[in-house]
């Protein structure tokens, strides 16, 4: 993955000192050529945020409707330092009663009642008790898994003992 950010970086590097060498020469109106150049200075930026995801750090996107909870953790608000709080949870969406897909980092604003709920999964998960989260909306919509949807502020997380799977008939 550090390759691929050192490649990326140089093309757009490439990219800013080619747009940088039309401009000098070039006839264009003086506001065309800035704005190429604010544009892609702009998409350094823009590129730097979006490529956070993809280094394994947690997304803040919706959490799957089902999911099995592999593990959580929670960073308690600070207000000697001002740090508000976070919850960092790594999923395994569930579809059709199977865990399917790999597993993904998540991040959500500090809640206590979360925390509270976190710290009785854990300690279930350590006697052996799979957990299944449930996520849906404050308002009880379920909440959608598109790609690049961010997380609204407030979801509401149900964890439970995964259930037994049911074996079929012999």
Known sequence: MTQTLWLLGGAYVALGVLVLALNIRSGWPLWVRLSC???????????????????????????????????????????????????????????????????????LPYDRGMHTKLQRARDAMRNGELQMGTASRSDGDRVDTEAGTFAPDHQNIELRDLPEPSLPEK
């Open 37 to 107: 150049i604010v544009l892609v200075s702009a998409l350094y930026f823009v590129t730097w945020h979006s490529l956070q995801d993809l280094r394994g750090w947690p997304a803040r996107m919706t959490l799957p409707h089902h999911f099995l909870l592999n593990a959580s953790s929670v960073v308690e608000p600070d207000d000697t330092r001002g740090a508000s709080g976070r919850i960092y949870l790594w999923v395994t969406p569930i579809v059709d009663d199977e865990p399917t897909g790999v597993p993904r980092a998540f991040t």
